[in-house]
């Protein structure tokens, strides 16, 4: 099975850089996703890693450690537009590749 | 990048009836795509895997029989809730890929049952 967390909520100031961790035990695993979601609206891919470091992509960054089974954003120079629910999720190694997601951490920006 | 269509975006029906939602990949061939279900407030939950040409594979907790899901082409498959009840109301999303890095989303169904 899979399992997957993270915090529930986050608060940060605007300007400032923050980290959304991502812990999960997965029987089978075949790389990591982060999205963003606004409310009532579709997730928007944010970063995929399938080896361990850290990808970086303007102010988004992903680092994964397959060994630790961890992952972490980390979003700097925030706005207040990036305030949002921030998912992990992971992929497995099935003939179909399921996608399961983690909870969600809500993140609020505040100036 | 892909595009993968989802209509209706909003349905309101009455309890007891059927609804069906379409998920349509737009500029690419999906052989598989996901069902989602979003409560308010909570991650998505995967329903079940719908593979074209042959029968769903379901998550532990969904019911079959309710939640019909047919993929009729590589670029269409279809979730059908059948005899709603206001406790299906909820968010719907349906996601597909062509590669292995990227999963796209439909924009989402807002399923309301009265």
């Known amino acids: 099975g899979q399992n997957i967390d993270q915090p529930t909520e986050m608060t940060a100031t605007e300007g400032a850089i923050v980290q959304i961790n991502c812990t999960y035990q997965?029987?089978?695993?075949?790389?990591l996703f982060w999205y963003q979601q606004h409310a009532g609206e579709a997730p928007t891919f944010l970063s995929y890693?399938?080896?361990?470091g850290l990808e970086e992509k303007g102010r988004f960054s992903s680092f994964l450690s397959r060994s630790k089974g961890y992952s972490y954003l980390l979003l700097k120079e925030l706005q207040m537009k990036d305030s949002a629910s921030y998912l992990c999720?992971?992929?497995?190694?099935?003939?179909?590749?399921?996608?399961?997601f983690g909870t969600g951490t809500k993140l609020q920006v505040i100036p | 990048g892909a595009v993968v269509s989802q209509h209706p975006s909003r349905v309101i029906c009455k309890s007891g009836t059927s609804v069906k939602i379409e998920c349509r990949s737009l500029?690419?061939?999906?052989?598989?795509m996901f069902w989602y279900r979003q409560f308010p407030k909570q991650s998505l939950m995967l329903m079940a895997t719908?593979?074209?040409?042959?029968?769903?594979?379901?998550e532990q907790g969904v019911e079959k029989d309710k939640f019909l899901i047919n993929h009729a082409s590589l670029t269409l498959s279809t979730l059908t809730v059948t005899s709603a009840h206001p406790e299906d109301s909820s968010f719907y999303i349906c996601?597909?890929?062509?590669?292995?890095?990227?999963?796209?989303f439909g924009q989402g169904t807002r399923l309301t049952v009265v």
């Open positions: 996601s597909a890929s062509y590669s292995p890095t990227e999963a796209f």
């Open positions: 997965t029987s089978g695993f075949n790389g």
């Open positions: 890693n399938v080896l361990d």
């Open positions: 999720a992971v992929r497995d190694d099935g003939g179909y590749q399921k996608v399961t």
């Open positions: 500029d690419f061939q999906a052989t598989t």
């Open positions: 719908s593979n074209e040409g042959s029968k769903a594979t379901y």
